[in-house]
């Protein structure tokens, strides 16, 4: 190895590549504080559309080219019944969960029509707190069933005589967890799933069905057991910075010292799923994600709800989340045979990519990971090793590596992530068994210091840029706290010979933009 050179990097080109879902590049929308009104509904805005719709914030959504948007809980979910968010005559309820009203001038009709304004699939999460499995079977019906039923007939009354077509739904939101209306012990929560499921896909059979469980043996064992059969995924939760009650947020070195998170709780659940003999059959969503969660001191006072107002604010959303956000995505990415949805948790405001106000909107640094990810890779995943020392204090590798090759078989795409908040990372880097030779284009996302940020009056203090990454012998520098995505075409022209995607005889190799096994002799 040469001197220099504090992280190597290998991608072979002989391997079975994943292809991985488009729903990893989810997101999640709740009713807390100003994700929904104020956020993405504000009618009577000059910036809103006549469906009240933030017309600034449909445009920044769709440069994230989300798949799928999580709504309307969260939390929030566990108290809401949907029939007060449907129809003309609409009357504010309490929302036991944040604890202020809510409108419902933002139901179920408005949050589908969103979706499509996005591009996204809806994905409704029903209350299985204080609700009941007929009450979440009759959702679905009313958004779902072509005709002759009650609830369909009353959505047609509604002005809607086509199915809303929801494809996505899940039963309940955190239910295990003490803070949850209506939370359940692991056998309570065995059966209500069973039951509920069996009755929304009585409805509809085609619906892809999630559940919420955790990453925990004694909760979604049971679980699986019970109501296995009938689930298509278990949804997982992660927030790795604590915030609930105390809003301190991590500095940049505790905050990237999490980014081996997702990839644990990631393991744990694939090995429940193997216990219960589902392996084959159930996948897993992490349907609220974030590296902060998100601040809400109890009470009910009003102290305790302007609080909330810490969450935007924008000094906090740093390279830390920037990189981070990359991690996570690629550690979902590397199991992507596994884990088929993942959702930003919120989208908006909060601790989410974008921050509206009354006269716009701010792509925090997250942001740009998300476009990075969503818009520059390839949709089939490689193998690829990396070593490097690890971030002072942790024991996270300072580099962080992810491959990905277009569907044609043409540009490969590497993710490279420096973690370190100070020091250029020298890496060596090989592609099919040699070392990379050239200039590339790139695409880099970093900023002056680790800690810098986007907000009202300096909105591209992180921004990604368009650079020619050089490689001499593999060797390449990679700057402090930065994440580089770097396009190889291929075949392209190496002192030693053309690389291309090929592979040795009786392994695997991309032809025509198949993989296939190659024929031994």
């Not at 002056?448 to 060797?475: I, K, L, M």
């Not at 291309?500 to 190799?509: E, F, L, N």
């Amino acid at each position: 190895m040469h001197s220099s050179t504090d992280a190597t990097v290998g991608v072979p080109l002989d391997g079975v590549p994943v292809r991985y879902s488009r729903d990893l590049f989810g997101h999640f929308v709740e009713h807390f504080h100003r994700q929904v009104y104020g956020g993405i509904y504000e009618p009577g805005s000059p910036l809103s559309d006549a469906s009240g719709f933030r017309l600034d914030v449909v445009e920044a959504m769709r440069e994230l080219r989300p798949s799928v948007v999580r709504w309307p809980g969260g939390c929030f979910v566990s108290s809401y019944h949907w029939l007060d968010g449907v129809g003309p005559d609409r009357r504010s309820h309490y929302d036991k969960a944040w604890r202020v009203s809510d409108p419902n001038t933002f139901g179920t009709a408005e949050f589908v029509a969103w979706c499509a304004a996005i591009g996204a699939a809806p994905y409704v999460c029903t209350n299985a707190g204080t609700g009941t499995a007929e009450e979440m079977s009759d959702w679905v019906e009313y958004c779902n069933l072509p005709e002759g039923g009650r609830w369909s007939d009353l959505r047609a009354q509604h002005g809607s005589p086509e199915p809303l077509a929801v494809p996505f739904w899940s039963i309940g939101n955190e239910n295990y967890g003490a803070w949850e209306m209506g939370a359940k012990t692991p056998a309570e929560w065995a059966v209500l799933v069973r039951e509920a499921a069996k009755m929304m896909r009585r409805v509809d059979e085609s619906i892809t069905l999630l559940t919420a469980a955790r990453a925990d043996l004694e909760w979604t064992l049971p679980l699986l057991e019970a109501a296995g059969p009938y689930v298509d995924m278990v949804s997982i939760h992660g927030y790795w910075d604590k915030l609930d009650q105390v809003d301190h947020p991590s500095d940049y070195r505790t905050a990237v010292g999490q980014s081996l998170g997702p990839q644990h709780d990631i393991s744990r659940t694939v090995a429940i799923l193997e216990a219960a003999g589902l392996g084959d059959r159930v996948t897993i969503a992490f349907d609220e994600w974030n590296l902060r969660g998100w601040h809400h001191p109890d009470g009910t006072s009003r102290r305790a709800i302007e609080a909330r107002d810490r969450n935007d604010d924008n000094s906090t959303y740093t390279m830390a989340d920037a990189l981070f956000s990359a991690s996570f995505l690629s550690s979902c990415l590397r199991a992507g045979d596994t884990v088929r949805m993942a959702n930003i948790a919120p989208s908006v405001n909060t601790r989410g990519p974008l921050f509206v106000h009354p006269d716009g909107v701010v792509r925090r640094s997250t942001f740009h990971t998300l476009a990075l990810f969503a818009g520059e890779l390839g949709p089939l995943v490689l193998d690829a090793t990396a070593t490097s020392r690890t971030l002072d204090g942790t024991d996270v590798p300072v580099l962080d590596v992810l491959a990905t090759v277009s569907e044609a078989g043409d540009e490969v795409q590497l993710v490279l992530v420096n973690r370190d908040p100070e020091r250029t990372l020298e890496c060596r880097v090989s592609l099919g068994g040699r070392l990379l030779e050239g200039d590339h284009p790139a695409t880099l996302l970093t900023a002056d210091g680790p800690d810098a940020y986007n907000d009202v009056d300096h909105p591209t203090s992180v921004v990604p840029r368009s650079v020619t990454t050089h490689f001499a012998e593999g060797g390449t520098a990679l700057g402090p706290h930065s994440l580089t995505v770097v396009r190889v075409a291929l075949p392209y022209a190496h002192p030693a010979g053309v690389v291309a995607v090929d592979a040795p005889a009786g392994s695997w190799t991309l032809s025509g933009g198949v993989w296939a096994r190659r024929r031994t002799g």
